[in-house]
């Protein structure tokens, strides 16, 4: 077991009770979900992820999914007060994905998912949710619309 620094993990957290994380589409060590996964489990750790979750998470099962990286492993390195950097090189050695090529396609695959293309449950927790936090006046084109429309990024 590695060593906890809430101390240090402080000093990198954003208080998701009053901003937002990161957005789906920026990168952390080369893949996207992986910022926004750091902050929300840095938040999480100090009790103050407000209504976000760090696990389970849509966005974050399909990262660590890919990646075949476990929630608890990544929570326990980010515990210990690790940089973005420390996370992004701790990513890039437990990856099972090595194929700089398959992280691109499966990043732009991700940009482009439609939600006409996601799961059935998916779609009908979406048809429920986007009315509920999406501006009325602004379509959603992609899945990680919803999440930058609710957060004011587009």
Same mark, same amino acid.
């Given at each position: 077991?590695?060593?906890t620094?809430?101390e240090?993990?402080?000093?990198l ?7 937002? /994380? ?7 060590g080369?893949y996207?979900?992986?910022a ?34 476990? /929630?608890?492993q990544?929570?326990?390195?980010? $515990? ?7 996370? $992004? ?10 194929? /700089?090529?398959e #992280? ?29 936090? #999406? /501006? ?5 084109? #992609?899945?990680?619309? #919803? ?8």
């Amino acid at each position: 077991m590695m060593n906890t620094d809430l101390e240090q993990v402080k000093k990198l957290t954003k208080d998701l009770r009053k901003s937002y /994380p990161r957005s789906p589409r920026e990168k952390l060590g080369g893949y996207v979900i992986a910022a926004r996964c750091a902050d929300k489990c840095r938040a999480f750790l100090l009790s103050m992820n407000g209504e976000y979750n760090y696990w389970p998470c849509s966005l974050a099962s399909q990262w660590f999914a890919f990646t075949g990286i476990k /929630p608890d492993q990544f929570q326990e390195v980010v $515990a210990t007060g690790a940089s973005d950097d420390d996370l $992004a090189q701790w990513i890039d050695a437990y990856s099972a994905v090595k194929d /700089p090529d398959e #992280v691109l396609k499966w990043n732009n695959a991700m940009r482009d998912m439609r939600l006409s293309d996601m799961t059935l449950q998916a779609q009908q927790y979406l048809e429920e949710y986007i009315p509920k936090f #999406v /501006p009325k006046h602004r379509p959603v084109y #992609v899945w990680f619309d #919803v999440y930058d429309l609710e957060e004011k990024r587009l």
